[in-house]
Antibody
Framework: QVQLVQSETEVKKPGASVKVSCKASGYTFTSYYLHWVRQTAGQGLEWMGV????????TYAPKFQGRVTMTSDTSTTTAYMELSSLRSEDTAIYYC?????????????WGRGTLVTVSS | QTVVTQEPSLTVSPGGTVTLTCASS?????????PNWFQQKPGQAPRPLIYSTSNRHSWTPARFSGSLLGDKAVLTLSGAQPEDEADYYCLLYYGGPQLVFGGGTKLTVL
């Protein structure tokens, strides 16, 4: 079955970077878009950006432009989201989500999330 | 900055019907915004319910339906069950691509 398995919890200091991984299985990795969404404690969902998993270019939400980098490794069917210059407000659960094959506005399978804690 | 607005909270009686709405600060929500709806229960990842305004996923119970009403996207729950108590989020597509989630509606079944 289609699965997205994310990396484990991370604890980082302010100013550091974090790189979250998302290992895909059960489908043709390169045919789909992969979104990243985050959720801060007690808050709602926030779309961060999207990448075509075949190694195409990524598009980021304006709020994260300049601080986020999304990549994919087709040899290991793994997507990555790196967020730099971390601050306490970046403490959140980060989800990868499978998108559509031709469209950006279709979401189906979600990873279980990776908790990133930013604390000095 | 684009804002997507949902009711912060709603209550429905078991077996009752409730309508959740999703509005955009840019104006009327149309099918071109391809509204998605998600359900999230505590400690779980969101679960997709509806895509492209009104299409259910294969796992979505038939009691959930999506539509456009006036200038908003709408999620209707008909025949609410206790297990439907959850947070519900809409997501709108603004091209680019850029997508924005609503703030979420906490639905209580009581």
């Amino acid at each position: 079955q289609v699965q997205l398995v994310q990396s484990e919890t991370e604890v980082k200091k302010p100013g550091a970077s974090v790189k979250v991984s998302c290992k895909a299985s059960g489908y043709t990795f390169t045919s789909y878009y992969l979104h990243w969404v985050r959720q801060t404690a007690g808050q709602g969902l926030e779309w961060m950006g999207v990448i075509k998993a075949n190694g195409g270019s990524a598009t980021y939400a304006p709020k994260f432009q300049g601080r986020v980098t999304m990549t994919s490794d087709t040899s290991t069917t793994t997507a990555y989201m790196e967020l730099s210059s971390l601050r306490s407000e970046d403490t959140a659960i980060y989800y990868c989500v499978r998108g559509g094959t031709l469209t950006y506005y279709y979401f189906d399978v979600w990873g279980r999330g990776t908790l990133v804690t930013v604390s000095s | 900055q684009t804002v997507v607005t949902q009711e912060p909270s709603l209550t429905v009686s078991p077996g009752g019907t409730v309508t959740l709405t999703c509005a955009s600060s840019t104006g009327a929500v149309t099918s071109g915004y391809y509204p998605n709806w998600f359900q999230q229960k505590p400690g779980q990842a969101p679960r997709p319910l509806i895509y492209s305004t009104s299409n259910r996923h294969s796992w979505t119970p038939a009691r959930f339906s999506g539509s456009l009403l006036g200038d908003k996207a709408v999620l209707t729950l008909s025949g609410a069950q206790p297990e439907d108590e959850a947070d519900y989020y809409c997501l709108l597509y603004y091209g680019g691509p850029q997508l924005v989630f609503g703030g979420g509606t906490k639905l209580t079944v009581l």
